[in-house]
């Protein structure tokens, strides 16, 4: 059965810093996903990764995947107050089923 | 841009009542899912939909539960005889059939509390 974990869960800090959330997965998976999620509201696609090596970047956020540590990091560059919400991993199993981490509930102070 | 679109937002039953929840996946899509998110928690797949059967489903998704696909447009969630611990916000999704690239597009939610 496919883990997903997520740390930290809760991350507060101040605007202008740097930050970085991890996610790690128990079994082999081709596809990982990062979601943003604001209080009370759906889920919003930020970032696909498809293989070994493969990092993103959209604005302040840039993810990486290392499959073979079954690794991903969402790295938020001089954060800003409007970043605040919940980021979720996302890995595939089996063919179509996500499999989502906790979550970490990013807080960015003014 | 297409989006995935959930009707109601906002369902309060009362326990042992049957729901059935609402959603529009967009247009191209061939593959549905639905989620679900006690508050606080984290997303828990239900099942998924193709070609009018289920393709997979969790251990959640027991014989209270039954998805279908009434005509070209809609796909329902239904829960038979709701329990309080049914509460939780549900999320639709849809696919396109695409390989590896197959991004999963999620409605805006439908918040049921089972009272």
């Known amino acids: 059965e496919l883990k997903v974990e997520q740390n930290p869960l809760f991350l507060s800090m101040q605007e202008g810093k740097n930050y970085t959330i991890y996610c790690n997965y128990s079994t082999t998976s081709d596809r990982l996903y990062w979601y943003r999620q604001d209080p009370g509201k759906s889920l919003e696609s930020l970032f696909v990764?498809?293989?070994?090596?493969a990092v993103k970047q959209e604005g302040r956020l840039m993810a990486s995947l290392d499959t073979k540590a079954r690794l991903s990091t969402l790295h938020i560059t001089a954060a800003v107050h409007d970043l605040s919400a919940t980021y979720f991993c996302a890995v595939v199993e089996g063919a179509q089923k996500l499999v989502f981490g906790q979550g970490t509930r990013l807080t960015i102070n003014p | 841009e297409p989006e995935v679109t959930q009707t109601p937002s906002h369902q309060v039953t009362q326990m042992g009542q049957e729901v059935i929840l609402r959603c529009v996946p967009i247009?191209?899509?061939?593959?549905f899912y639905w989620y679900r998110q006690i508050l606080g928690q984290k997303v828990e797949f239900l099942v998924s939909?193709?070609?009018?059967?289920?393709?997979?489903k969790s251990e959640i998704f027991d014989d209270q539960f039954s998805v279908e696909r009434p005509d070209g447009s809609n796909f329902t969630l239904k829960i038979r005889s709701t329990k309080l611990e049914d509460s939780a916000m549900y999320f639709c999704a849809s696919s396109e059939l695409a390989g590896d690239y197959n991004e999963q597009f999620f409605g805006p939610g439908t918040r049921l509390t089972v009272l």
């Open positions: 247009s191209n899509h061939l593959y």
């Open positions: 990764l498809l293989s070994n090596g």
């Open positions: 939909f193709y070609n009018n059967e289920i393709s997979e």
